[in-house]
């Protein structure tokens, strides 16, 4: 439905949503974005997670949004003690670059922060704007200072478009094999892709395994360095 329409749900859709997870007991966690979470009015918001929260298998609600870059007037304290009170609630936003992180992005995120509100940064790999190791780093460096733990890196969707921005997966595998070892072990999200027709998030990560058998395992370390573990409780 992503650029179809840019409307909100109405909320008899969103009961049927509610409906659905309330009627299946598998689901524990649930990700409200859209679109933008945060564009929903306060009313809904509060509507909204109250009727999830008091879904008992319901442990997890993930609320996506951008606002604390591109609105950070939207984190009011009325909205905050909105989230605050269906905790555990986790908050996951969208910069893509160091200069996003502004004294207004700032405060936005440590008002959520300070509410007990964990906070994770999901960055799209973008051509001329981040693919670059120095740019990643001292973006995620930036980003924990603010408390967002950066959580994704996703490789970018072959949307129609938007080819200016795309980049080869060689230089996503680049720019998170040049953290290790470089920076905090927090600072290093997961590299991500999104399986075509719908198959899921699947990581992409460099190659540290260079053998394993039934008595060793053979691996390299960041700076190429060979080692070996025993793989055998004898």
Not at 104 to 111: G, L, P
Not at 149 to 169: A, C, E, L, N, S
Not at 210 to 224: E, H, V
Request: charged share 25%.
């Amino acid at each position: 439905m992503i650029g179809e329409r840019d409307t909100h749900s109405g909320e008899k859709r969103l009961q049927k949503a509610v409906e659905y997870v309330r009627n299946n007991p598998e689901i524990r966690d649930v990700l409200i974005t859209g679109g933008d979470a945060f564009m929903l009015s306060d009313s809904m918001l509060d509507w909204l997670l109250s009727e999830l929260r008091s879904i008992g298998h319901v442990e997890i609600i993930r609320l996506g949004t951008r606002t604390p870059v591109t609105l950070p007037q939207r984190m009011t304290p009325e909205l905050v003690e909105i989230i605050r009170k269906y905790h555990p609630v986790y908050v996951n936003t969208h910069f893509n670059s160091p200069a996003e992180i502004t004294p207004e992005s700032k405060k936005a995120c440590e008002m959520l922060a300070d509410a007990g509100i964990p906070l994770g940064n999901q960055m799209v790999l973008l051509n001329k704007v981040n693919n670059d190791p120095y740019i990643v780093r001292k973006l995620n460096q930036e980003l924990l200072k603010i408390r967002v733990k950066p959580y994704y890196i996703f490789h970018p969707k072959t949307v129609k478009g938007t080819g200016h921005f795309w980049v080869r997966i060689e230089e996503g595998l680049e720019i998170i094999e040049s953290l290790r070892g470089r920076t905090s072990g927090l600072a290093i999200p997961t590299y991500i892709v999104n399986g075509s027709g719908g198959l899921g998030k699947t990581p992409i990560l460099p190659n540290y395994l260079l053998y394993i058998g039934s008595k060793k395992a053979k691996f390299r370390n960041w700076r190429g360095e060979i080692f070996e573990v025993k793989n055998s409780i004898i």
